[in-house]
C-alpha cells in the first residue's frame, strides 16, 4: 500500500507540471506531499506491525493498534474538511480557470495549457463553450468561434463556431 500511495503522490506531483497555470496556489501540491508522508509513515507502522507480530509482543501489537486508530481518525477528519470546504475549493479553482482563460491568445503559454486541458479533459470552457463568449480572445477573433480544442476528437470539419454546438 505504501508503495501505491508513493506511486500516486509521485504521478500528481508530475502532472501538476501540465495545470500549473490553473493551479497557482502553491499549497495545490499540499495533498500529493501529504500522500507521501503516509506512505512513509504506513511503512514504518507495517514494519512495526510485522516485527510486533514475529516477536509476539503485546506491547508492539498495542502501539500497533493505538497507531492505526490514530491514522483511522485522521483519515476520517480529512474526509469531513474536504467535505466541508468542497464548494470554496471548487470556487478557487474555477476563478483561477477564468483568469488563465482570459490570458488566452492562442499563441501564449497559457492558450497552450488551456488547449491541452481542453483536449484531455473533453471539455470547452469553465462551466461550457457559452464561457468563452466573454472572453477577450473571442471578442477579438470576431468570428463568433471557440478555439479549435474545444472540438469534439471524432468531428473532423469541426471549426469551432457557435453556431454548430453539436461539435463542440
Not at 500529493?32 to 516485527?51: K, N, Q, S
Not at 477579438?140 to 469541426?158: A, D, H, I
Amino acid at each position: 500500500a505504501a508503495a501505491g500511495l508513493s506511486y500516486v503522490g509521485g504521478y500528481v506531483i508530475n502532472t501538476y507540471k501540465s495545470y500549473d497555470h490553473f493551479l497557482q496556489d502553491k499549497y495545490a501540491l499540499l495533498p500529493a506531499v501529504i500522500i507521501i508522508c503516509v506512505a512513509v509513515v504506513m511503512f514504518i507502522i507495517g514494519l512495526i506491525g510485522c516485527c510486533a507480530t514475529f516477536r509476539e509482543s503485546r506491547v508492539g501489537l498495542g502501539l500497533f493498534l493505538a497507531i492505526i486508530l490514530v491514522i483511522f481518525i485522521a483519515e476520517v477528519s480529512a474526509f469531513v474538511l474536504g467535505f466541508v470546504y468542497r464548494e470554496k475549493v471548487k470556487t478557487d479553482v474555477q476563478g483561477t480557470m477564468r483568469s488563465v482563460f482570459e490570458k488566452y491568445d492562442g499563441a501564449n503559454a497559457e492558450s497552450t495549457v488551456v488547449n491541452y486541458l481542453q483536449e484531455q479533459l473533453r471539455c470547452c470552457g469553465v462551466k461550457n463553450y457559452s464561457d468563452w463568449t466573454t472572453t477577450q480572445w473571442f471578442n477579438s477573433t470576431g468570428n463568433n468561434s471557440v478555439p479549435l480544442s474545444c472540438c469534439r476528437q471524432e468531428m473532423k470539419n469541426c471549426t469551432g463556431r457557435l453556431d454548430q454546438p453539436q461539435e463542440l
